[in-house]
């Protein structure tokens, strides 16, 4: 059955990034404390298998050190989850989920707590508004502290999100460490509603990442250990798709369709590295669905999961 | 190639675990390699630690931690550091295998050593368990491709355990399954690393669980005795395909763990006590069940 859905943002390359026509001044202040802090243990696939190959895996090629973003109540004070509630069964990869309204200042109070490795961190965001101080990349001889935020340092990004800023967007460190981080799963998105946007009942995140020998959703691999994502029927339900390092994928649900950016019905639609889309429709499907990269060769390596969509 | 050093018997102690034993293990390769530190540190009386192996190509780097001034001299007067006040370094590469020691020209009685081989086994940081897998690591001077026998002597002598092949970086990392208590060696050609010990206990879990409505209360029980040692609560849930992690803790000073957690349906349940990778099996509880009926 098809049904209408709605492609809340384009291509995140698509939006301007640094200079766009300032907010509303009666927009509102969302602030965030956000920390780089270890998960010292990782692991790929905590269930260790393949489910659908039926391949046991092993911890010691699942489970490493990594960094990752984090969310803190104010100043800081202590961690709590990444992710909204029903968006996912799992936590700390993706980073948190930062939500907020066209017209609204965005506050991320970021604090390097790197004791794993020492190393400098930074967040870098995609399709808000900011100065260059709030920029979080690394550049020799130029940039400032935001980019380079050492051990123990702090740094607060001062971001706008524009009417041209609505849809959801990558961040990511841009620091020194970029490189590793990045292929450690230091990365996140920006949820940003037009003004007067209802918000979907359930939001999931997706993020498609090479991590180490696996080919990963949300920092897991395989069908069990990548994010469960659950609804009702009569739900409405917004799935954020991002890819990150330096290979294109292809978003499929099984069962369903959407818009594309074109205005074509599809079921399949392509996402490059740091580039996003959100996806939207009212669920009318009760079942256990596959979602996954259709790049063949990913979904062998773990690029799959389960959405479940329970009966009204 | 020149890489740092790994101390192992500095870095298993810093890092922990056998999945960080060694500098470039994991499933990310040798990306993660300056985890490791390769530093001797020089106390006001002694280095520290006072022997170290490492791999040919490694280097060592000495930093005084003390209030007065030492040197780094080889014994055979190949290399020598110059006066090293408080904070200041030294580093040498040492690229041919074999054993170096050293001194300290200004307080002699302060020696050290350097064993520098071609095949080097990391330490295991933590018991295995008999039966259940326990990944051994360890890196190379030679080329990537390599392969590495993995030996094991339990008292009647080395025989093979298992086999690795030498990574891009060096590293190389393999599953064996242990018996009993065993010392193991990697082996490449002539060249064969220093054994290491791999204590094996052969550790029980005992559980009790009550459910009260949605409240479940699981106590966990591991003897002999291994305070600090993490255990998990595992559900066995469809849609994870098996058993999946919900809760974790660490072993109290009783040798005991306890979980709190709500259910809305009842489910298959077990405890399994793991390495510190939270993940690798060392002992699993008999499957009871939790939640409401």
């Not at chain 2, 005795?225 to 803790?249: C, D, E, I, K, N």
Request: charged share 15%; net charge positive.
């Amino acid at each position: 059955m098809r049904r209408l859905a709605t492609i809340v943002a384009a291509l995140a390359g698509m939006g301007a990034v640094a200079c766009a026509t300032a907010p509303a001044a009666s927009a509102e202040l969302r602030q965030f404390w956000v920390a780089a802090t270890p998960a010292p243990t990782w692991n790929m696939a905590p269930n260790e298998r393949d489910a659908i190959h039926n391949m046991p895996l092993s911890p010691s090629q699942t489970v490493f050190p990594t960094v990752v973003y984090r969310r803190y109540t104010k100043d800081w004070g202590h961690p709590i989850p990444n992710q909204p509630t029903g968006s996912s069964n799992q936590d700390l990869i993706p980073g948190p989920l930062l939500r907020a309204r066209a017209g609204d200042r965005i506050y991320v109070h970021f604090k390097n707590l790197d004791t794993l490795y020492k190393r400098p961190h930074s967040m870098h965001f995609h399709g808000v508004h900011y100065k260059p101080s709030s920029d979080g990349a690394y550049v020799p001889g130029i940039s400032g502290r935001d980019g380079n935020v050492k051990p123990g340092q702090t740094w607060t990004y001062k971001l706008t999100a524009g009417s041209d800023s609505v849809g959801v967007w990558p961040y990511h460190d841009h620091s020194p460490s970029m490189e590793d981080s990045i292929a450690g799963g230091m990365y996140g998105m920006l949820s940003i509603l037009g003004k007067g946007q209802p918000r979907p009942d359930r939001e999931f995140e997706v993020v498609f990442a090479p991590m180490g020998d696996f080919q990963t959703i949300d920092g897991r691999a395989f069908v069990g250990n990548t994010p469960v994502f659950t609804s009702v029927v009569g739900q409405t339900i917004q799935w954020d798709v991002m890819a990150m390092g330096s290979e294109h994928h292809t978003f499929h649900v099984h069962g369903h369709r959407w818009k594309s950016p074109f205005g074509t019905d599809v079921d399949t639609q392509t996402v490059g590295p740091a580039e996003t889309f959100a996806i939207r429709w009212k669920e009318e499907d009760p079942g256990t669905w596959l979602y996954h990269c259709h790049v063949e060769a990913h979904m062998m390596a773990g690029m799959i999961g389960i959405y479940h969509v329970r009966p009204k | 190639m020149r890489r740092l050093a790994l101390a192992i018997g500095v870095a298993v102690g810093v890092l922990g675990g056998p999945g960080a034993a060694v500098a470039m293990d994991g499933p990310m390769g040798g990306m993660h390699g300056s985890g490791h530190d390769d530093a001797i540190s020089i106390a006001f009386a002694a280095f520290a630690p006072t022997r170290v192996d490492v791999v040919a190509g490694d280097t060592v780097r000495w930093t005084n931690d003390s209030v007065r001034v030492h040197t780094v001299n080889a014994e055979d007067g190949s290399w020598a550091s110059p006066r090293l006040p408080g904070t200041d370094t030294f580093a040498h590469t040492f690229d041919t295998p074999g054993s170096t020691t050293y001194y300290c020209v200004l307080h002699p009685f302060m020696r050290g050593e350097v064993d520098v081989h071609n095949v080097l086994l990391a330490a295991p940081t933590e018991p295995g368990a008999p039966g259940r897998s326990y990944t051994l690591r360890g890196r190379s001077a030679l080329p990537a491709g390599q392969n590495v026998t993995l030996e094991a002597d339990s008292g009647a002598g080395f025989q093979p355990a298992g086999s690795a092949t030498v990574g891009a970086d060096g590293s190389f990392a393999t599953d064996v399954i242990p018996k009993t208590t065993a010392t193991y060696r990697a082996v490449a050609g002539s060249d064969a690393s220093p054994g290491v010990q791999l204590l094996v206990l052969n550790r029980k879990l005992a559980t009790s669980a009550k459910t009260r409505g949605r409240k479940v209360s699981v106590a966990a029980t591991v003897a002999p005795a291994s305070m600090g040692s993490p255990v998990v609560l595992q559900l066995r849930l469809p849609l994870h395909f098996g058993w999946w992690p919900v809760a974790r803790a660490k072993l109290d000073h009783h040798s005991m763990a306890r979980f709190a957690l709500k259910l809305a349906h009842r489910y298959p349940a077990r405890v399994v006590l793991t390495l510190s990778d939270g993940a690798t099996a060392l002992a699993t509880s008999r499957t009871f069940h939790v939640g409401p009926r």
